[in-house]
C-alpha cells in the first residue's frame, strides 16, 4: 500500500507533519508534488485535486492524502487515519482520540506561528505587514509560547516523563519535534533563554531527532531545508 | 447517558458548536459550568478541569465534553466524538471523516474570524489593536470570507445541495448554520450585500434554523445571545 502524499513541494509547511510520520514509521509513500509533471505527478496533480471539477469531496487546501479510494485533507485528519496504521499512536480508543486533542492543540498553535510573519492576512508579503508581526510578536512571546510548550511539558509529567500519549513514539511526538525544532530555526535567540523552562520537551525534541528513521530522514535530501516560503521563517528583526 | 459539557457560561463561543449538536440530536446533556456552584458545578468545576493536579490527561481549553470516563477537549474532536453516537454524521466511516474534514476546516475559518477583533493578541483588548482590526478585516473581506464560503457552497453543490455530508442534517450542517448566523450578526451590512453569492449555503442555515429542536433551543434560554465577549463581536466599525 503506497500512500500519496498531496503538499507544496519547496516548503516544509504543515506537510512535515505528515512527512515526519510517514518517515518515523517507515512508510512507503509517494511526496507526488515533488515528483516529475512528465509522469502525471508535479504540483499540476495536486492542483487537479484543489480545483477539479469532479473531485466530489473537495479539499479546502493541502496537505492532501490519498489512501487508496480515500481522499483525505487537513494534517490532523491526515495524521489521526494514519497513527492505527503506521503503529503511533496507543492501541485503545481512548489513547487515539488523545493524540489526535493533542494534534489538534498543536494545529492551533501553529497557526500562530505562522501569524509571527502574517498577522494581518496570508495574502500579503511579510514586508507589507512588518510593524504588525512586531507587536504580535512580543505578545506571542510573552504569553503564548510559554502557554503551548508549558502545556506540553506537564502533559509530559502527568505520562510517563517521555512520550506525550503511550509509553511509545506518537505522532504528537514527531509534530513536537517539529515545533520545537522549527521555532528554534525562526528564533534562536529567544528559544535559547526560554527552553530551559521546559526540559522535557527538550528531552523529547531530541529524543524524536535521534530515533533512526526520523534521523536518516533528517540527512536525506527528502527533507527540505527550513526557508522563509514556509511556516517557520527567520526574520532576524522578529528574534530579539 | 448524560454527557457533560463545560465551557464558559457567558458566550456562545466555540462551545456552541457542541451545544448546538447535543441540541439538533435531543441529547441528554448539562452544561456544567451555567449550573450553581453550590451543586459542585459552575465555573470552578471548569477549572478544576483546566487547572487539577490530578487529571491525568488535561485539556489545553474548553470546550470539554466528559462522555462517562472519557474526558475530550477541542471542538472538532468533540463533535467527531459525538457524530455517530447523536446520528449526526454519516453511517459509513468515509463520511464520518469527511465530516471531520469539514470542521477542521470550519476550525481554521473560526480562528479568522476571531482575529476580525483580536488580530494581534486574544490577551488584549479590542481597544487597544483596532487600528490592526481594521486593516485585518479589510484582507478578511476581500478574500477569506468568499473563499471559505465559496467552498461550502460548492460543496454543497457536489453532494445533494442540502446537506454537507451524506443526505441528512450532520454536525457540518449545524455549524454552517452557526458560522453563518454569526457572521450576520457581528457584519451585518457586509453579509447582506455577499451572501447571495452563496445561496445554497444560505438555504441550508435558514433549514437548520428551522429544524424543530434547533428551533426550540434558538427560542430558549439555553441559548445565550451573541455578545461583545464571544466569537462574533459586532463592532460597527468594523462593519463598512
Same mark, same amino acid.
Given at each position: 500500500?503506497?500512500?500519496?502524499?498531496?503538499y507544496?513541494?519547496?516548503?516544509q509547511?504543515?506537510?512535515?507533519?505528515?512527512?515526519?510520520a510517514?518517515?518515523?514509521?517507515? #512508510?512507503d509513500?509517494v511526496d @507526488?508534488a515533488r515528483?516529475?509533471?512528465?509522469q502525471?505527478k508535479? &504540483? %499540476? /496533480?495536486?492542483m *487537479?485535486?484543489?480545483n477539479?471539477a469532479?473531485?466530489t469531496r473537495p479539499p479546502?487546501?493541502?496537505?492532501i492524502?490519498?489512501?487508496g479510494?480515500?481522499?483525505? #485533507?487537513?494534517?490532523?485528519? @491526515?495524521?489521526?487515519?494514519?497513527g492505527?496504521?503506521?503503529?503511533? &499512536? %496507543? /492501541?485503545d480508543e *481512548?489513547?487515539?482520540?488523545?493524540?489526535?486533542q493533542?494534534?489538534?492543540?498543536f494545529?492551533?498553535?501553529?497557526?500562530?506561528?505562522h501569524?509571527t510573519?502574517?498577522?494581518?492576512?496570508?495574502g500579503?508579503?511579510?514586508?507589507d505587514?512588518k510593524?504588525?508581526?512586531?507587536?504580535?510578536?512580543a505578545e506571542?512571546?510573552?504569553t503564548?509560547?510559554?502557554?503551548?510548550?508549558g502545556?506540553?511539558?506537564?502533559?509530559?509529567?502527568?505520562?510517563?516523563?517521555k512520550h506525550?500519549?503511550g509509553?511509545?513514539l506518537?505522532?504528537?511526538?514527531?509534530?513536537?519535534?517539529?515545533?520545537?525544532?522549527g521555532?528554534?530555526y525562526?528564533?534562536?535567540?529567544?528559544?535559547?533563554?526560554?527552553e530551559?523552562d521546559?526540559p522535557?520537551v527538550?528531552?523529547?525534541?531530541d529524543a524524536v531527532?535521534r530515533?533512526?528513521?526520523?534521523?536518516?530522514y533528517l540527512?536525506s535530501k527528502?527533507?527540505i531545508?527550513f526557508n522563509?516560503h514556509g511556516?517557520?521563517?527567520?526574520?532576524?528583526?522578529?528574534?530579539?
Amino acid at each position: 500500500m503506497t500512500y500519496e502524499l498531496y503538499y507544496w513541494p519547496g516548503i516544509q509547511g504543515r506537510g512535515e507533519f505528515v512527512r515526519l510520520a510517514l518517515e518515523a514509521a517507515g #512508510a512507503d509513500y509517494v511526496d @507526488i508534488a515533488r515528483e516529475p509533471e512528465a509522469q502525471g505527478k508535479g &504540483v %499540476p /496533480a495536486l492542483m *487537479a485535486l484543489l480545483n477539479g471539477a469532479t473531485v466530489t469531496r473537495p479539499p479546502f487546501a493541502p496537505p492532501i492524502l490519498k489512501d487508496g479510494a480515500l481522499l483525505l #485533507a487537513h494534517t490532523a485528519l @491526515i495524521l489521526h487515519h494514519l497513527g492505527p496504521k503506521l503503529g503511533l &499512536v %496507543p /492501541a485503545d480508543e *481512548a489513547g487515539r482520540l488523545w493524540t489526535h486533542q493533542l494534534q489538534l492543540t498543536f494545529t492551533d498553535f501553529i497557526k500562530e506561528i505562522h501569524d509571527t510573519h502574517h498577522p494581518i492576512a496570508s495574502g500579503l508579503y511579510y514586508e507589507d505587514q512588518k510593524a504588525e508581526a512586531a507587536r504580535y510578536g512580543a505578545e506571542f512571546w510573552k504569553t503564548r509560547v510559554a502557554k503551548y510548550l508549558g502545556y506540553c511539558e506537564r502533559v509530559l509529567e502527568r505520562n510517563d516523563g517521555k512520550h506525550l500519549a503511550g509509553d511509545a513514539l506518537s505522532y504528537a511526538d514527531t509534530s513536537l519535534f517539529q515545533i520545537v525544532t522549527g521555532l528554534r530555526y525562526a528564533f534562536p535567540k529567544r528559544m535559547a533563554r526560554m527552553e530551559k523552562d521546559w526540559p522535557k520537551v527538550v528531552a523529547l525534541r531530541d529524543a524524536v531527532e535521534r530515533q533512526p528513521r526520523v534521523a536518516a530522514y533528517l540527512a536525506s535530501k527528502r527533507r527540505i531545508p527550513f526557508n522563509e516560503h514556509g511556516l517557520f521563517r527567520k526574520y532576524p528583526e522578529l528574534d530579539a
